[in-house]
């Protein structure tokens, strides 16, 4: 049996954190941009485009900056990354005019770039020319696309800025201000980490709270040097420099309740050339929250324990087990499609189950010692302990099970479901992140009682539960697909949609091909994301958190989970 086990095991590099999603970030800016304007510079916008299916739509796009053939754009693009797909993404800039134009005609085109989030994240910073249609050079126009991971082991913090008596740039009216935030990077380059937005004819502006990660704010380190700038808006591009300051994040957190942190504005020519100078007004930070964003690894290494559950189709749409031709046939030298579904799968999931115990059920036969049909049965005929002592206990107790049933029938999984979403709904009403459910259900047709099922998920839907479902064999598996949210929400017969998408189904004979690794990959893909989704609707945290980097400095920390 072991020979089998290591025979079709995924690779163990595949167990954990190679199934996470990673959140980047993208940065983009210009040089060189064309001058498509009479009488001012080209009013630049870049429009992330994304090919899904040979097709290009429009993902998000960035603010317009005016009159700037060099802009550097406040806008974050925020994107999942997975390692083991192509992602395409091309970035396209416009010259917009007026707030209502959508800047797509050719005459506004400034050029664009194609590329892979691969390539992006491989560099970290790209670099690319752009170009205009067939393939033609924008000129020297260039665009630049800086790429951050955000991990799980940061968060993101939320600034409150105002000023004080900040100098009158304007003639007729008082300044307009904004205010620039830079991080000066560890080769002395400085990359734009927010614009505020423009405070009209106030020289003692309150700006809008906004949120910002630590890593894309500093790095993720409490001593890099922050460059502050304070401008008076000019509707032409041309800004006034009201002045300056340079801040450390460790700075900001001085701030506590009652208490804020002030930095004089500085003007350096003002202050080289005015004996009295003191200052171009007083910038303050009046509020700083800090919140931690939690990830799947957070809730795994703080000690959430995966409980995995096989459930087995032992209809008789199979065949008879002692005929070569049957899905449940056991071949000494190849393991049946169920055996392989259970074991790439399973083997992945028993590394987050400490005691390495799994419930495995059956459901569509005629079991001793009556020979009633029962769609919720334990494959150890152990109604007390359905649980077998790791996947090597599970596929013995399978291959045991085998002569002393009758396949039969029909194909009904609701009441499985329904008593691992009863187990999970206990777990539930314990306050903490300690435990979480993957059902996996192996079935060689469709479901017949797919109203019940429906209606199951969606109660399910609610509970720390995921739901995996293969498809053995090659019937026609068309109307399971509504089982699985991702061509729309998922609803019960009555119309009440899921909570949360919890339902991946895949039929093996797509992987039939590939290595037992590629099945578990696919099924498993989304089960990070639906366990921190879980716990984020809870608002719980880990159990033991892995220790926040700036903790001991702030004290209470606000918690969010989130992926």
């Known amino acids: 049996m072991n020979d089998v086990l290591e025979a079709i095991s995924p690779a163990t590099s595949l167990s954990g954190p190679a199934t996470c999603v990673s959140k980047v970030e993208l940065r983009v800016s210009c040089k060189a941009l064309l001058d498509r304007d009479t009488l001012n510079k080209s009013d630049p916008c870049v429009i992330l485009m994304v090919q899904t299916n040979g097709q290009w739509t429009e993902l998000d796009r960035t603010e317009v900056i005016k009159s700037n053939l060099h802009p550097v754009f406040a806008k974050v693009f925020s994107w999942d990354y997975y390692f083991e797909e192509v992602q395409k993404l091309r970035f396209e800039v416009y010259d917009i005019h007026g707030t209502h134009s959508i800047g797509t005609r050719d005459d506004d085109f400034l050029g664009g770039v194609e590329c892979t989030l691969g390539q992006i994240v491989a560099q970290k910073r790209m670099v690319k020319p752009l170009l205009l249609k067939y393939g033609k050079y924008a000129g020297k126009s260039t665009i630049t696309v800086h790429a951050e991971e955000i991990s799980g082991n940061n968060g993101y913090v939320e600034l409150s800025f105002c000023a004080k008596k900040l100098d009158d740039k304007d003639l007729f009216s008082k300044s307009d201000p904004f205010l620039e935030i830079y991080r000066i990077n560890d080769d002395e380059t400085e990359q734009l980490v927010h614009r505020t937005e423009v405070v009209k004819n106030n020289l003692n502006p309150v700006w809008e709270p906004f949120k910002v990660s630590l890593i894309s704010l500093c790095s993720c380190d409490e001593e890099r040097k922050l460059k502050c700038l304070v401008w008076d808006y000019d509707s032409r591009g041309k800004h006034d420099f009201i002045g300056e300051f340079y801040a450390t994040f460790r700075e900001m ?275 990070p994301k639906q366990v921190v989704e879980y716990f984020s609707h809870k608002a719980i945290s880990p159990m033991c958190p892995m220790r926040d980097l700036l903790t001991p400095l702030l004290g209470p920390v606000a918690t969010t989970p989130t992926e």
Request: proline residues 5%; negative net charge; hydrophobic residues 35%.
């Open 253 to 527: 957190q001085k701030i506590s309740s009652g208490n804020k942190v002030t930095w004089d504005c500085i003007n350096p020519k003002y202050k080289q050339k005015k004996r009295n100078y003191k200052n171009s007004g007083v910038v303050i930070l009046s509020d700083l929250k800090l919140h931690r964003v939690y990830s799947f690894l957070d809730y795994i290494m703080g000690g959430c324990q995966i409980h995995f559950t096989v459930a087995i189709d032992f209809t008789a749409s199979n065949g008879d087990p002692r005929n070569s031709c049957s899905l449940h046939y056991i071949n000494p030298y190849q393991p049946n499609e169920y055996l392989k579904a259970l074991i790439a799968v399973g083997e992945i999931c028993q590394d987050y189950d400490s005691d390495k115990r799994f419930s495995a059920l059956g459901f569509g036969a005629r079991i001793p010692p009556n020979y009633e049909v029962s769609h919720d049965f334990a494959i150890n005929f152990n109604p007390e302990d359905d649980e077998c002592e790791e996947i090597q206990g599970v596929v013995e107790a399978y291959q045991n099970c085998l002569p002393k049933i009758q396949l039969y029938g029909p194909t009904n999984v609701s009441p499985i479901i329904n008593r691992i979403a009863k187990l999970a709904a206990g777990d539930g009403n314990i306050k903490d992140a300690s435990r979480y459910h993957i059902l996996l259900i192996l079935t060689d047709g469709v479901v017949t009682d797919m109203a019940d099922t429906r209606e199951a998920i969606v109660r399910a839907s609610y509970q720390p539960l995921s739901i995996i479902i293969v498809g053995v064999g090659n019937a026609d598996f068309t109307d399971m697909q509504i089982l699985d949210g991702d061509d729309g929400v998922l609803r019960s017969p009555k119309g009440e949609p899921v909570l949360r998408d919890i339902v991946q189904f895949v039929p093996f004979r797509d992987f039939k091909t590939a290595s037992p690794a590629a099945l578990a990959k696919c099924v498993l893909a989304e089960v």
